[in-house]
């Protein structure tokens, strides 16, 4: 008790450091490391738990026929959230209200800074154009953590056949590309910790304290000289801070056009029915553009000029792969993801396969919440729940959503007798949605007509 009333007393102090050292030392008080490791392990049974909460039976099903559940027992984990030091790991409960949080520290951390879309607030009643606003997004993560990834490599390797694939130096070549991929999920997250970037404007804003998974959110509100479908680029202020370079935003106006796109087999060879499938076109394989989807999608930007949204189910870690991949083959936009770092690939896959369809549903929600005022285009694919996604938000935002489309995949031999592609499945999905407002799709070439009459819409 005496050492937990001193506690106290130290906390009162304004110095960062020693608060910092006390606070340590109070959970060292009432957290012994054993109990704290299995917080860590309960706070990833939890993250666990609530995808298998958000579970369809749809996706159980495809999961238990694909063998994703073996697979994920039998893959390697790659770290610890016990590795992070005890204040950031115990703080971080206390999210962007942590008063033991600290900057990045640019010798052993660094920060990833997302693409956004800033928009003007609408209100229910009439009123003047209000200021510009956006969502600021960043992850912090531990840099050079040292760890081995030999083993991993060569599981994965494994896995997917490579040893028995082309001559010695193709498959060194292979493992380089898999141990490089492999690196966001190795690298150990680093919660309660902030960065200082520099707005277009010039002043300086603090970004974060990052919570449990090491993300932050806020809104941040712009000047209003600012024009639709302008970009801008924002860093921090120590630019060496941020690996994959500044994060843009889009200014979008209240009204036009806003298109919502799937990423993984709508515009992306992943092969998301297939566990191996996953692993060879995330961690080997040159990512891979569905064919004919990016001359769609220039011709959907020249006619409509819409913002873009992409909507995937990975988790953060993919960013910088997801983010180079589709600035180079189709019109940049604001990328949304799950906001849990996995250090380990059955978390992965999980977050792919599971409790996608109330993970969309909510992010749509978001957009919604942004842009309520814009006219929507969806496209999507029929190996998740992008029909079941896009069907609750038709019939939850009357209006909004004016065209759906969606990809019938059938070049995945795990889809092909799949119940996935039937029609009873799709007219479920799109119960009380109009037929003229859904279309499902093999051949890209097949939209142009229905791309076109949206111009008048």
Excluded at 113 to 138: E, V
Excluded at 396 to 423: C, L, Q, Y
Aim: net charge neutral; with cysteine; aromatic share 10%.
């Amino acid at each position: 008790m005496d050492r937990l009333t001193s506690t106290f007393k130290q906390a009162a102090t304004d110095d960062h450091v020693t608060r910092r050292q006390c606070f340590e030392s109070y959970i060292l008080c009432v957290i012994p490391p054993s109990d704290l490791h299995k917080t860590c392990i309960m706070q990833r049974a939890l993250d666990r738990a609530r995808l298998l909460y958000q579970e369809t039976r749809g996706e159980k099903s495809t999961r238990k026929n694909e063998g994703f559940p073996s697979t994920e027992r039998s893959l390697p984990n790659l770290g610890s959230p016990f590795s992070i030091p005890i204040t950031q790991n115990v703080s971080s409960y206390l999210g962007k209200n942590n008063p033991f949080a600290g900057p990045v520290n640019p010798k052993t951390e660094s920060v990833w800074l997302f693409d956004n879309t800033a928009y003007r607030p609408i209100h229910p009643y009439p009123h003047a154009a209000q200021p510009w606003q956006a969502s600021f997004s960043a992850a912090f993560f531990k840099t050079e953590t040292g760890k081995d990834l030999s083993k991993v490599v060569a599981d994965i390797a494994d896995k997917i056949g490579l040893k028995k694939e082309g001559s010695e130096e193709e498959r060194e070549r292979g493992e380089q590309t898999i141990a490089k991929r492999l690196q966001p999920f190795a690298d150990v997250v680093a919660p309660a910790r902030w960065v200082e970037v520099k707005l277009p404007d010039g002043k300086r804003q603090r970004l974060g304290p990052g919570g449990r998974s090491a993300t932050s959110q806020q809104i941040i509100t712009f000047p209003s000289n600012h024009t639709n479908g302008q970009v801008v680029e924002t860093d921090a202020v120590n630019a060496e801070l941020t690996p994959i370079g500044p994060m843009t935003t889009t200014f979008a106006e209240p009204e036009g056009w806003l298109v919502i796109s799937d990423v993984d087999d709508t515009i992306k060879v992943t092969l998301t029915p297939s566990p191996v499938g996953i692993l060879r076109s995330t961690f080997l394989s040159d990512p891979e553009v569905i064919a004919s989807m990016p001359p769609l999608y220039t011709h959907i930007q020249s006619l409509l000029n819409p913002t873009w949204f992409y909507l995937s189910a990975s988790p953060y870690n993919l960013y910088p792969f997801l983010r180079t991949f589709l600035h180079a083959n189709y019109p940049k936009g604001t990328i949304l993801l799950r906001d849990a770092s996995w250090m380990d690939l059955s978390g992965f896959f999980m977050s792919l396969t599971m409790g996608t369809e109330a993970y969309k549903t909510g992010e749509m929600d978001k957009v919604h919440s942004w842009l309520p005022k814009r006219k929507v285009l969806c496209v999507g694919d029929s190996t998740q729940s992008d029909p079941e996604a896009y069907g609750n938000i038709y019939r939850k935002h009357k209006g909004w959503v004016k065209k759906i489309f969606i990809r019938k995949v059938t070049d995945v031999a795990e889809m092909a007798s799949d119940e996935k592609n039937s029609p009873e499945r799709f007219e479920k999905a799109f119960k009380d949605v109009p037929k003229d407002v859904w279309q499902v799709f093999e051949d890209p070439n097949d939209l142009y007509a229905a791309v076109n009459a949206l111009k008048a819409t």
